[in-house]
C-alpha cells in the first residue's frame, strides 16, 4: 500500500473519534452551509515538477436526506486560493492561482440496530471534482498557461456516527474511489482560454492509476429550534499515475449552519 | 457540551497547523544532471510547436547531447549542454535560464537594423511619452503624427494609446513605430489596433501543440481584432518595421496590415512566430518554447522568416550618421503623398 494512503487511514483513525461529516445528521432533511479556510499541497508535473502549496477560502452547500437506514448528501463546493513553491522565495512569482470545484453524492445504509447511539453506515459515492491551476511564472507577464485535473469517480465509503450527550453528534466518514473518468485539459493563450482537444480526451482509471482517499469528520451541536452548529474537518487526497503525474492533498477547517427541514430527530 | 466542541475544535487546528498535505505530496524531486536533461528533451517532444517549420532531428539531437548531459562535470556545464540543445531549434523564443547563466538564440539577422532614437528625436522634435511609458508620440510633420511603441509588455496600452490620438487630434496621417520592438502580450497589440479598424476581422491563426507527433496541431483558431477605445484613427497610417520587430510586434504587423489604409515601411520583421510556455525544472531552473505558433492569415508561417513590408527600405550606417532615418523618410514621403 502506498505510505501516502497508509498516511491518510492513519489521519482517519485520529480524527474518527472526536469529529464528524459536514451534516447535521439530527434533521431528516438538512441543509448545510460551511466555510473556512482549505490548506492545499500539489504538485501537477503537467505544469511544474515542484510542489505548490497554499491556502485559499472555500465554500460548499449541502442537503441532506436521511432515514433511520439510509443517508443521501449532496454536496456542493468551491475553493480558491494562491499555491507557492519553495522555489518562490520571497518572490511573487512563481505561483500557481488554484481553483477547486466538487459535487459530492452520496448514498449510505445504516449498518445495524438504526437507533443505537453508534451507528455504522455503508454506501457508495459519485465524487466529481475540478482543478485548475493557473501557472504564473518570471517573466510576470509571461504566457500563463491554465492546467486542470477533472475526476468524475465512483466508490464506497464508510461512516461512523455517534451521539454526543442530548444536543451533539459526531460522524467520521472515509470515501475511497475504486474507477474514475480523469481528464487533464489544458490551455491558454495570455487571457484567452484555447483549449486542445487531444487535452480534453476522458481517460478512464482503475486504482492502479487513480487514487485518491476522501476523509470527513464533524461535529454538529444543536443551537436552535432547528439549527446546528457545524464544525469539520476534510481531507481529500488525491494521485493520478500518468506521463506527467498530479498529486494533490488538501485539507479544509470549517464552521457552518445546518438549517434542518421538515420533522426534527 | 461546550468543552466537547472546543475540544474538537482544538484537534482540528492541530491538524490543519501540522500541514500534513506536504506528506502525501511529498517533497521536490530532485534530478541528477541527465534526468533534467530528459526533462527538457521530453518536454519540447511532446509539446514544442514549430518541429515541422525547424525540421531538426529531435531524436538525433536527444543521442547527441543526452551523453554530454550525462557527462557534464557541474551544472554549470550542463547548463551549457541543455542551451546548445535548445539553440539548434533557431527558435527566438526557446531559452533556459539557469541561475545567472541565459541561453537564448541570439536572432536570425544579427545585422545592425539601423535604428536609432536619437534620430527619431530630430525628427519628432516635441516627443513625450505616453502615461504609462510603453510608448512615446508627437509630430513628425506638422500634420503627421509619430506613435512609438518600445514594447507590448505590461498594462494599460489602450490609454496610452487614446492618451496619444487625443493629443494628436491636429494630424491627419500616422506613423506608428514598432521597430526594435521586441514583442509582448498579444492582448495590448490587440489593444492599440483595435483603436484604427473599422470591424471585427481576422488578422492571424493559431495552431497549438496537440498531440504526441509533431504534425498533431490543433485547427486553425482565427485571432479576431475588433474595435475598441475612446476614438478611432481613420487617416492613413505608416507602421515601421526592421528586423528587430518580432514576436507580438509581429503580431501588431499583421493586424495592421488586415486594415485598409495601412502601409508597412521598412526591413522585414524577425519572424518569431511562436507563443511560448516558461517551464521550471526542480533545481529552479526555467526553460521556455513555444507550444502555439502564430500564422498569417493565409495560413502561412513566417517563422524564421519574418513578415515582408509593403514599402522595403533597410536604411544604412551613412544614413544615420548624416542624421537621416530612411525608414522614417519613406514613411513621410508614402503619407504626403495619400494626404
Known amino acids: 500500500m502506498r505510505p501516502s494512503l497508509v498516511a491518510a487511514i492513519a489521519a482517519l483513525s485520529c480524527v474518527t473519534p472526536a469529529t464528524e461529516a459536514q451534516e447535521a445528521i439530527a434533521a431528516a432533511r438538512a441543509l448545510t452551509l460551511i466555510v473556512g479556510p482549505l490548506l492545499t499541497a500539489e504538485r501537477d508535473e503537467h505544469a511544474s515538477p515542484l510542489r505548490y502549496d497554499g491556502a485559499g477560502p472555500f465554500m460548499q452547500a449541502s442537503y441532506v436526506y436521511r432515514t433511520e437506514r439510509v443517508a443521501l448528501a449532496v454536496r456542493l463546493g468551491g475553493a480558491i486560493g494562491t499555491l507557492r513553491s519553495a522555489m518562490t522565495g520571497a518572490d511573487d512569482l512563481p505561483r500557481q492561482e488554484l481553483t477547486r470545484g466538487w459535487i459530492d453524492v452520496e448514498y449510505a445504509h445504516v449498518l445495524g440496530t438504526p437507533r443505537a447511539r453508534t451507528r455504522w453506515l455503508l454506501g457508495g459515492g459519485l465524487a466529481q471534482r475540478a482543478t485548475l ?33 442530548r444536543l451533539g453528534r459526531l460522524r467520521a466518514q472515509l470515501a475511497v474511489p475504486v474507477l474514475a473518468l480523469i481528464g487533464r485539459p489544458y490551455g491558454g493563450l495570455y487571457n484567452k482560454l484555447t483549449l486542445i482537444p487531444d487535452a480534453l480526451r476522458l481517460r478512464l482509471a482503475t486504482v492502479k492509476a487513480f487514487q485518491a482517499v476522501d476523509v470527513t469528520a464533524a461535529h454538529a451541536v444543536e443551537v436552535g429550534g432547528s439549527t446546528d452548529l457545524v464544525l469539520s474537518y476534510r481531507l481529500v487526497v488525491e494521485r493520478y499515475r500518468d506521463a506527467e503525474p498530479f498529486g494533490s492533498a488538501s485539507q479544509a477547517m470549517s464552521l457552518g449552519l445546518a438549517l434542518r427541514l421538515g420533522r426534527d430527530r | 457540551m461546550k468543552r466537547r466542541l472546543v475540544v474538537v475544535a482544538a484537534a482540528v487546528v492541530v491538524l490543519m497547523v501540522a500541514g500534513c498535505t506536504d506528506i502525501f505530496v511529498g517533497p521536490d524531486v530532485k534530478l541528477d544532471r541527465l534526468g533534467l536533461f530528459e526533462r527538457v528533451w521530453r518536454d519540447l517532444d511532446r509539446y514544442y510547436s514549430l518541429f515541422l517549420v525547424k525540421r531538426v532531428s529531435w531524436d538525433s539531437l536527444h543521442d547527441v547531447y543526452a551523453p554530454r548531459a550525462a557527462q557534464a562535470a557541474s551544472d554549470s556545464e550542463l547548463a551549457f549542454v541543455v542551451g546548445a540543445l535548445l539553440s539548434e531549434l533557431r527558435d527566438v523564443h526557446v531559452g533556459l535560464v539557469a541561475g545567472t547563466q541565459v541561453y537564448r538564440f541570439t536572432g536570425y539577422d544579427t545585422r545592425p537594423a539601423f535604428f536609432d532614437p536619437g534620430i527619431v528625436a530630430q525628427y519628432v522634435t516635441d516627443r513625450r511619452a505616453a502615461p504609462n511609458a510603453h510608448s512615446a508620440f508627437g509630430h513628425a510633420a506638422a500634420d503627421i503624427g509619430y506613435v512609438w511603441i518600445l514594447h507590448f509588455q505590461g498594462s494599460g496600452f489602450g490609454a496610452d494609446i487614446d492618451t496619444a490620438l487625443a493629443q494628436l487630434a491636429d494630424v491627419r496621417a500616422l506613423i506608428i513605430d514598432v521597430r526594435d520592438n521586441p ?157
Open chain 2, 183 to 339: 514583442g509582448g502580450q498579444a492582448p495590448n497589440l490587440e489593444a492599440v489596433a483595435g483603436r484604427f479598424i473599422d470591424r471585427d476581422r481576422t488578422y492571424a491563426f493559431i495552431r497549438v501543440r496537440d498531440g504526441q507527433r509533431p504534425d498533431e496541431l490543433t485547427q486553425p483558431e482565427p485571432r479576431v481584432l475588433s474595435p475598441t477605445g475612446l476614438s478611432r484613427f481613420t487617416g492613413p497610417v505608416a507602421v515601421l518595421t526592421n528586423r528587430r520587430s518580432v514576436s507580438t510586434a509581429e503580431g501588431f504587423v499583421l493586424a495592421m496590415r488586415a486594415l485598409p489604409g495601412v502601409t508597412i515601411v521598412g526591413d522585414s520583421t524577425e519572424g518569431g512566430a511562436g507563443n511560448p510556455l516558461t517551464r521550471e525544472l526542480p533545481n529552479g531552473w526555467t526553460y521556455r518554447f513555444p507550444f502555439a505558433t502564430w500564422y498569417a492569415p493565409d495560413l502561412t508561417t513566417f517563422e524564421e522568416i519574418g513578415l515582408a513590408p509593403d514599402v522595403w527600405v533597410r536604411g544604412s550606417a551613412a544614413e544615420l550618421a548624416a542624421g537621416r532615418d530612411a525608414i522614417l523618410d519613406t514613411a513621410l514621403a508614402i503619407l504626403r503623398r495619400s494626404l
Open chain 1, 133 to 165: 491551476l493557473r501557472h504564473l511564472t518570471v517573466p510576470a507577464d509571461a504566457n500563463s498557461v491554465g492546467y486542470a485535473l477533472y475526476s468524475a469517480s465512483i466508490g464506497p465509503l464508510f461512516g461512523i456516527e455517534r451521539a454526543i450527550g
